[in-house]
């Protein structure tokens, strides 16, 4: 049987954590002269992949 190979588009998307898959945050790339700085910071703060998607997450990442 052939080896699972993970997808690349997920390996630069998602760093594991302990217990969880961390992930970056929407809405961050361009336009940020119209978000609030308060908005911004939060933007900024650690996001975790919920737990719906962390099967097909871990599929992705071959884990």
Do not use: E, Q, W
């Amino acid at each position: 049987m052939p080896k699972m190979k993970t997808v690349k588009s997920a390996l630069k998307r998602f760093k594991c954590a302990k217990n969880k898959v961390k992930r970056g945050s929407a809405f961050r790339s361009h336009i940020l002269t119209k978000k609030s700085p308060k908005r911004k910071r939060g933007l900024k703060a650690a996001k975790y992949v919920h737990s719906t998607n962390m099967n097909l997450v871990k599929d992705m990442l071959c884990m």
